[in-house]
Each structure stands twice: as structure tokens, then as C-alpha cells.
């Protein structure tokens, strides 16, 4: 008799709870919106051209959407991974300077802005007289 073995995942965090046919929630979610796209648009390039056409089209529409369902990347979706991405290339500055709050220069420059104003008021004590 030949002894059967069950793989357990070690990291316990990953599994995903599945909902239907052995997907998840998102999964259904993002293919169901992919069918309501895909196939009107077959039926209406199928109109307009060949089949293979029709079904090269539909592939085309459909697969942006399977890319929602399917990749993950260390734990984060793939609209989540594109934000950041489009963050980091796009809204954020490229050249980022290092910049440090020292605090013996900020007691210089409060140092400094307290003589500026004490000269300021001696000198308009002066212009009073």
C-alpha cells in the first residue's frame, strides 16, 4: 500500500479563500467583467471582419483583465504594483536630495533671527528719540 502525502504550505498568510469553481472573489469578479466585455465585442468584430479576427480582438479586450485577476507580486495586486510604479516614474520628482534637520544649525538660525530682530527694534527705538 503506497502512502499518500497531502503539500501543506508553510506560510499560512498566502492561502486565499476560494469562493466558487476553486477562485477567489476577485478572480470571479474581474473574469465575470472580462466575459461581459469580450463577448459582445466578438459578436460585434465578428460582424465587421473574419473569426480569428473577432477572436484576436476579444483576446485582446479580455486580457488586461485576466492580468487583474491572476498576478500578484509579493502579496500586492496588480493595480496596486502599477500605482506605485506610475508614482515612482511619473508624479513624484526624480531627484530626491537628502536632507537632514540638524540641530545646532537650527539653533544658529534662530540665533541669527533673534539678532536681526533685535536690530530692527534698537533701531527703531533710535528713530523714535
Same mark, same amino acid.
Given at each position: 500500500? +503506497? %502512502?499518500? &502525502? ?7 498568510? *498566502?492561502?486565499?479563500? *476560494?469562493? $466558487?469553481?476553486?477562485?477567489?472573489? #476577485? ?14 465585442? !466578438? !459578436?460585434?468584430? *465578428?460582424?465587421? /471582419?473574419?473569426?480569428?479576427?473577432? +477572436?484576436? /480582438?476579444?483576446?485582446?479586450? $479580455? $486580457? ?5 485577476? $491572476? &498576478?500578484?507580486?509579493? /502579496? ?6 502599477? /500605482?506605485? !510604479?506610475?508614482? +515612482?516614474? !511619473?508624479?513624484r520628482p526624480k531627484i530626491r536630495p537628502?536632507?537632514?534637520?540638524? &540641530? &545646532? +544649525? %537650527?539653533?544658529? #538660525?534662530? %540665533?541669527?533671527?533673534?539678532?536681526? =530682530?533685535?536690530?530692527?527694534? #534698537?533701531?527703531?527705538?533710535?528713530? =523714535? #528719540?
Amino acid at each position: 500500500m +503506497a %502512502a499518500s &502525502y497531502i503539500s501543506v504550505p508553510r506560510d499560512l498568510t *498566502k492561502i486565499k479563500s *476560494k469562493v $466558487m469553481f476553486n477562485l477567489t472573489k #476577485r478572480q470571479l469578479i474581474c473574469f465575470s467583467v472580462a466575459a461581459l466585455i469580450g463577448v459582445p465585442s !466578438f !459578436f460585434l468584430l *465578428k460582424q465587421i /471582419g473574419s473569426t480569428s479576427m473577432a +477572436a484576436m /480582438g476579444m483576446m485582446v479586450v $479580455m $486580457m488586461p483583465l485576466f492580468f487583474l485577476a $491572476m &498576478y500578484e507580486k509579493n /502579496g500586492q495586486p496588480l493595480e496596486v504594483i502599477m /500605482g506605485h !510604479f506610475i508614482q +515612482a516614474n !511619473f508624479i513624484r520628482p526624480k531627484i530626491r536630495p537628502y536632507q537632514t534637520n540638524n &540641530y &545646532y +544649525a %537650527a539653533l544658529m #538660525r534662530q %540665533a541669527q533671527l533673534e539678532k536681526e =530682530v533685535e536690530s530692527i527694534v #534698537r533701531c527703531s527705538k533710535e528713530n =523714535v #528719540r
